[in-house]
């Protein structure tokens, strides 16, 4: 009886000792500048939306192929794919190293990846077309991400408010697009090659 509960706990004691060995193998190395992890991170979100006086579904097929954004976001760079296939999971466009993580028939949501040396702040941005009714619809976007690294409320309220106003006038081009008009010139500094990437 004493042999099997030795040999029962000293198994026990190797499968704990594989596990934690395996756990440890699989953590990402960070940089020699600190850590990607934020220790607490605040996160808050930015829904907004626009009304477009087109079906949902008309509006998708204007607006929502994974390199749409160059257009409406009016990057001067343009989008490319760089890994996978356009719309598809784990596709990766140049604007920002952006990569595809969900999708619906109307809808899809990317995320940045951590950057070496940078707190990783797990920005996602999702786009989508609702309907609302027959013939009209919302485009709505939200930015999802972790603001502590930002120095305090007054600095987060000014991300906050240069972000909403520039994916607003991302969704104001949008709403351009889809219902047939053409976009007026970008405003000089207004697209970047990082496109949707905020500062981290």
């Not at 786009?127 to 013939?135: I, K, Q, S």
């Not at 972790?146 to 106003?165: F, I, K, W």
């Amino acid at each position: 009886m004493q042999i099997h509960c030795t040999r029962t706990a000293t198994s026990c004691a190797l499968a704990i000792a594989c596990l934690s060995a395996a756990g440890s193998a699989q953590t990402p190395p960070t940089s020699p500048s600190g850590s990607v992890v934020v220790a607490k991170p605040t996160y808050t979100s930015i829904p907004m939306e626009i009304t477009v006086n087109r079906p949902a579904a008309e509006v998708w097929k204007r607006i929502g192929k994974y390199c749409d954004i160059a257009e409406w976001l009016q990057i001067p760079a343009g989008c490319t794919i760089t890994a996978g296939k356009d719309g598809e999971f784990g596709a990766v466009r140049t604007v920002a190293g952006e990569v595809l993580v969900a999708k619906t028939e109307l809808s899809y949501t990317y995320t940045q990846t951590p950057k070496e040396g940078q707190p990783y702040n797990l920005y996602h941005g999702t786009l989508e077309a609702r309907p609302v009714t027959a013939t009209t619809s919302k485009i709505v976007y939200t930015l999802f991400f972790d603001n502590s690294m930002l120095p305090n409320d007054a600095a987060r309220a000014a991300d906050r408010a240069r972000r909403t106003e520039r994916f607003m006038q991302a969704l104001q081009n949008m709403k351009i697009l889809a219902e047939g008009g053409k976009l007026p010139p970008a405003p000089a500094g207004g697209g970047t090659t990082a496109g949707a990437a905020p500062p981290r």
